[in-house]
Structure formats: C-alpha cells, structure tokens
C-alpha cells in the first residue's frame, strides 16, 4: 500500500466517522471519531471468534502496520501539530505566568512520574500483575506529561479565564519535552542498554534537550522571520512557517536536542512584537487559517488511529484490573503533582483551588503516550502497561475530556478573561 492508498483510507474512514458524528453522537469531532472507531475496534475483537474463516484484524493491522503510528506521530506530524498549538497561545498571558508554566511543565512532571511510579510499583502485585520499578518508571514518563493535541484542543470549547488558558496550553507544550527526556533514561535502564546513569547525566541531558532545544527554536524563528521581514508575500510567508516548522523539528533530532521544545518556541515566536512586524496582517490570518485546517485535520487523523490501536492489545483479566487501577492513580498523581508544582502560589492565594481543580482534571493524555506506549520491547511487561497507558488515554479523553466543560461552568460562571487564575 502506497502512501496516497494510505491517506485515501484514513480521509474516507474520517469523513464517514465524521459524518456519523454529526448526524448521532454530536460530540466535537476529534473525541467523536475517537469513540467511533473505538466502537468499530471492539466490535472487530468481539465478531473475530465468530469467524474463523475469516481474519476480520487482517485489513486494521495493516493499516496500522503501514502507519506506525510511534515513527509517523513523534517524527512527523508531532511538529506540525506543536507548531500550529503553538500559535494559538496568548504569549503575553503566557509570558506573564511562565513560572506557574514552568513549575508545572518541568517540577509537575518530575513529581507525576516519581508519584504514579511508586503507586504502581506497589499496586499492581495486588491485582496480579507485578512490574518491576524501573518499569513502574518508564509508565510514569509516559503518562505524566499532559497531551497538547488534546489539551489545545479542549481549550477552545472552554470559557477558562485568558490566563488559566495559558497556563494550560504552555505547560501541555512544554511537559512533553521533560517527559521524553525521562522516557529515553529510563527506558535505557529497563531494557539494559544503558547499565547506570547518574544524577549529573540526567542534568545534562535535560540541559541539552529542553534548554538547548528551546534556544535552537528561538534561534530558527528569528531566522526564518529575519527573512521574510518585508516581504509582502502571503505565500511565501506560510511556505517559511512550513519550513520553520518541520526544519527545526528535524535539526533538533538531529541534533540530539529536544524537537517538541524546540518546535514550540518557534511557533511562538510568531507572537513576538518582532514576529507582528515581520508579517503583515493579511498574511497572518491566512496563516492562521492555514494552520487552523492543518490542526484540525490531523487531529481527526491521529484520533482515528488511536480508537483503532486497541487492535494491538490482547485483553487479560489482570490487565483490565491494572488499567483501571492506573486510572486511578493517574487522576490522583496528577492532582498531587500540580498541588506540589504550584504549593507557593496556592499558599498565597487560596481562591487557585479552582484551577488546582481544572489543571487536575483537564489533565489529558493522547497520541504521544500511546506512540511512547507502542514503542515498548516485546513481552509481558508490555502486555500490562500497553493496556494501562491505553486506558488512561481514552478515560482522559472521554470521560475528562467530555466532562470539563460542566465542570468549567460550575467552577467559574462567566468569568472575565481578567479573572483569577
């Protein structure tokens, strides 16, 4: 199956999941096609026994197989995706709170992993699953940074406060940085490929791929906007954002430094004053329009495939008893490392319990703790925290996902853009 075949199947099963959503559920679009597919995933797996002349898994698996949802997410579409959530940040709110961004992203991520670790460490003996602790680890880079994809997604349904908004969004650009810093240790760790690492190791890599990430993408935007400065071109001024976008994802690779961060500064720096001037204003709302479609169709994309991923687990009772107790964990180290992160500010003002709450809940997980999930070695450690990083996923983005509006509501009754956050 060529790439065009490939796109042909995802854009029809789309479209048709898509329409069926409109016409039944009426949920937004993204979380509507992710139910549906799921619906059609499960009844694969349940009508599969009954036919057993006939593999009904064959045509999905291949899909999936000629997807690869892990290299295709994190090396490809992930920078688009950073990018265009990137843009849509309000970065004087944003600037204005970076150190309620920055404890979050980078201390509420260190304690999520660190909390969810050790629960799960200790709770899955329990339900018969035991998990060694470094791999107790590796879960909890996972499913501890937040999913931008989801996160900027949910935002604009939301009537949140400006501030809380950012708040939301920079620390859902910024965690995923952090959390596959701790991924690449850890994993090393589990598997044996690397036999020790040190506390000066784990420094220096997070220097080199968030810090030296960020600085690579604050470097590439004011390039790519040095360019186009005066030109009057709508064309070439979205070309040089495709550039920016995907070329600074990939020279971050390359260059051992973390693509996410770096990719979201540059999107940022289109918010700059230096940004504004650089690009006139006709150009900017194309661009913006441009990268609103680009958003929204591969947002659609990637959910299809992520209802459809469940194909590659194989359901266990012990299984199902440890996903829904990681659930469980997860809303609970969430709250814990957000309270823990932001302890100072809460102490000063006790009216934040609200978004303590909202940050809590709205929490979401999506395509990069799936693709993470995915990416596991072979074996039975998989088959347990393949099902359990899954069903944090889809419960974060059904369930919390669906619910936050209500929640919003009662929390904060039309507020102000201005209001406490």
Do not use: K
Request: aromatic share 6%; charged share 10%; net charge neutral.
């Amino acid at each position: 199956m060529n790439a065009l075949g490939l796109f042909a199947i995802l854009a029809t099963l789309s479209t048709l999941f898509g329409i069926v959503n409109h016409r039944t559920l009426r949920l937004p679009m993204t979380i509507g096609v992710l139910a549906i597919s799921l619906c059609v995933s499960l009844a694969i797996m349940a009508l599969d026994p009954l036919i057993p002349s006939y593999d009904l898994h064959l045509i999905p698996r291949a899909v999936l197989g000629a997807v690869d949802l892990p290299r295709t997410l994190l090396d490809g579409a992930l920078s688009l995706l950073l990018f265009a959530g990137a843009m849509q940040v309000d970065l004087h709110h944003m600037v204005s709170r970076m150190v309620s961004v920055t404890a979050l992203a980078v201390l509420g991520t260190v304690f999520a992993v660190g909390l969810l670790a050790v629960s799960a460490w200790w709770v899955f003996p329990l339900v018969g699953a035991p998990v060694p602790f470094v791999w107790c680890v590796v879960l909890g880079a996972i499913l501890a940074p937040t999913d931008p994809v989801s996160v900027v997604g949910m935002l604009r349904r939301l009537g949140l406060p400006a501030p809380l908004q950012a708040i939301f969004a920079g620390e859902s650009l910024f965690n995923d940085g952090v959390g596959v810093v701790i991924f690449g240790v850890t994993i090393g760790l589990a598997t044996g490929e690397t036999a020790a690492v040190s506390a000066a190791d784990i420094a220096s890599g997070f220097l080199i791929q968030a810090v030296g990430g960020g600085l690579l993408g604050a470097l590439t935007g004011w390039v790519a906007l040095r360019l186009v400065r005066g030109v009057e071109d709508a064309h070439i001024d979205l070309l040089a954002t495709l550039a920016l976008a995907s070329g600074t994802f990939a020279l971050a690779n390359s260059l051992h430094m973390s693509g996410p961060i770096a990719v979201v500064v540059a999107g940022m720096s289109l918010g700059t004053r230096y940004g504004q001037e650089a690009i006139r204003a006709h150009s900017r709302a194309e661009i913006l329009a441009f990268w609103s479609v680009v958003d929204e169709v591969l947002n659609v994309l990637l959910f299809l495939l992520i209802g459809f991923e469940i194909l590659e687990i194989t359901p266990r009772l012990s299984s199902l008893l440890a996903t829904l107790a990681v659930i469980v964990l997860s809303i609970v180290a969430r709250g814990l490392s957000v309270l823990c992160a932001t302890l100072p500010v809460y102490l000063r003002n006790r009216d934040r319990w609200r978004a303590l709450v909202v940050l809590t809940w709205g929490g979401l997980r999506g395509g990069i703790s799936v693709s993470l999930a995915l990416g596991l070695p072979a074996g039975p450690l998989r088959d347990t925290l393949l099902p359990a990083c899954y069903g944090v996923v889809v419960f974060t983005i059904l369930v919390q996902g669906l619910t936050m509006e209500r929640l919003v509501g009662r929390l904060y009754r039309p507020v102000a853009d201005g209001g406490n956050a």
